[in-house]
Nanobody, 124 residues
Framework: QVRLVESGGGFLQAGGSLRLSCAAS???????????MAWYRQAPGKQRELVAS???????TYADAVKGRFTISRDSAKNTVPLQKNPLNPGHAAVYYC???????????????WGQGTQVTVSS
C-alpha cells in the first residue's frame, strides 16, 4: 500500500513562515515511482485548487494566484516535497493536500494518490 503523508500545518502567525512537507512511502516490498507531485489547498466554502506542482525533472508550475509567493521543491531521494511560503496572512488558511502521480507495479500506468490533508490556520 502506498501513501502520502503531509506535515507542517497547524496554528501559525500572520507574517510568519509556512513550511509543509509531503512524504511518499509504501509498505515493505512494494516499489513505486513518482512522475509528478503537487500541493493543493481548499479553503472553507471553496473548491480545492492547485497551488504548485513539480515534475520528475524538477519543472515547477504555480497557480497564477500564488506565483512568486510559494516555493515548491523536491527531494527525489527521500520522495518528499516541501512547500514554503513567507510571509503568511490569514488568506492562506486552508487544508493543504499533497498529490502524486505514481506508478505502482503491477498496476499499469500511473494513478492519482492523495494525502489526507494538513490544516493551516493563520492568526492575525
Amino acid at each position: 500500500q502506498v501513501r502520502l503523508v503531509e506535515s507542517g500545518g497547524g496554528f501559525l502567525q500572520a507574517g510568519g513562515s509556512l513550511r509543509l512537507s509531503c512524504a511518499a512511502s509504501a509498505a515493505s516490498g512494494i516499489e513505486f515511482s513518482i512522475s509528478a507531485m503537487a500541493w493543493y489547498r481548499q479553503a472553507p466554502g471553496k473548491q480545492r485548487e492547485l497551488v504548485a506542482s513539480i515534475s520528475r525533472g524538477d519543472t515547477t508550475t504555480y497557480a497564477d494566484a500564488v506565483k512568486g509567493r510559494f516555493t515548491i521543491s523536491r527531494d527525489s531521494a527521500k520522495n518528499t516535497v516541501p512547500l514554503q511560503k513567507n510571509p503568511l496572512n490569514p488568506g492562506h488558511a486552508a487544508v493543504y493536500y499533497c498529490h502524486a502521480n505514481m506508478r505502482v507495479p503491477p498496476i499499469p500506468g500511473t494513478r492519482h494518490y492523495w494525502g489526507q490533508g494538513t490544516q493551516v490556520t493563520v492568526s492575525s
